[in-house]
């Protein structure tokens, strides 16, 4: 059974910075894609930050590049969402989510990921 298990969230003022952890267990497929999506009130959901663990290729969203880094440690099966320079616009719940059958990491963050994590909550204040 895949669990994925997200902490780091929190409250911090923009500007400020936050690391998010996402615990993977359960996944038996050594290649597969994991990303952080995020989805205010009244918003859609969207695809934040991706990564490909077979070759570490990633994918970041417009609106936090340059500010965002999502990272892998394999030897903890953690996934990492640096989240620097934040601003309101960020506040979000955000979610870890993994899944293999899709031809590409693009098509994976705009379908329906098989396996989420509950959530944690980002609340950047201005």
């Known amino acids: 059974q895949v669990q994925l298990v997200e902490s780091g969230g929190g409250s911090v003022q923009a500007g400020g910075s936050l690391r998010l952890s996402c615990a993977v267990s359960?996944?038996?497929?050594?290649?597969?894609?994991i990303a952080w999506f995020r989805q205010a009130p009244g918003k859609e959901r969207e695809g934040v930050a991706g990564i490909y663990t077979r070759d570490g290729t990633t994918y970041y969203a417009d609106s936090v590049k340059g500010r965002f880094t999502i990272s892998q440690d394999n030897a903890k099966n953690t996934l990492y969402l640096q989240m620097n320079n934040l601003k309101p616009e960020d506040t979000a719940m955000y979610y870890c989510a993994a899944g293999k059958w899709y031809t590409s990491l693009g098509a994976f963050l705009s379908g329906t990921p098989a396996h989420w994590g509950q959530g944690t909550q980002v609340t950047v204040s201005s």
């Open positions: 359960g996944y038996t497929y050594s290649n597969y894609y």
